[in-house]
């Protein structure tokens, strides 16, 4: 069985979350609202039903997934329910200025495209990989048990996992979640790095 020890999810976590902290400082600049992240920790799993678990209460979910390509691959994924959505796209289009016209599905993946550049920037830079983004892809679904099923799709591997959510200082009601999913080889570029817990 595949398995992660305690200091490879310690460092693993540590250059996650340096690139979740970079996420929420470009999803401020792109709101105009402070936001930061909630802790999160990274797993070593073949299904997760933790997701269906913890976030069956999602409904009507907007999903925006980034591929990533390269040395290793991966995927992101920035939740929002209906209201979050709204409210980003309203506080988004308000930061662009009066004039701003952009619909909202256009808001939300340019969010997308530059808060999932900033992990993978993170994680190439700290783990000396050549990786980047594919162009962000809109899914609308019916609840997390949808987004569970399509998650989990072709997996017949390990994969490492890991979860946050933004937080808006203002809008304390609203907190997106953002999920990576990363092939297990991630952890080969963790242990040849010379970073330190």
Not at 82 to 98: H, L, N, R, Y
Not at 108 to 134: F, H, P, Q, R, W
Request: proline share 2%; glycine share 4%; with cysteine.
């Amino acid at each position: 069985m595949a398995s992660i020890t305690v200091n490879e999810k310690k460092l693993m976590s540590k250059i996650i979350n340096h690139g979740y902290n970079h996420a929420a400082k470009s999803f401020s600049s792109m709101t105009g609202q402070k936001v930061t992240i909630e802790g999160s920790e990274v797993e070593l799993c073949s299904k997760h039903d933790y997701l269906k678990d913890n976030l069956d209460h999602l409904k009507n979910i907007t999903v925006l997934q980034t591929d990533v390509i390269g040395q290793i691959q991966g995927a992101s994924y920035l939740i929002f329910n209906e209201q979050e959505k709204i409210t980003v796209s309203e506080m988004t289009s308000a930061a662009f200025g009066p004039n701003s016209k952009l619909e909202d599905d256009v808001i939300l993946m340019e969010i997308d495209n530059i808060i999932s550049a900033a992990v993978i920037t993170e994680l190439s830079n700290s783990l000396k990989l050549s990786i980047y983004g594919d162009v962000p892809q809109l899914y609308q679904l019916k609840d997390i048990h949808d987004f569970h099923k399509y998650i989990n799709e072709g997996n017949s591997d390990y994969y490492l996992l890991t979860r946050t959510k933004f937080i808006f200082e203002n809008h304390t009601s609203i907190s997106p979640i953002f999920i990576w999913k990363m092939d297990k080889m991630l952890i080969e570029f963790v242990n040849a790095t010379s970073l330190k817990i």
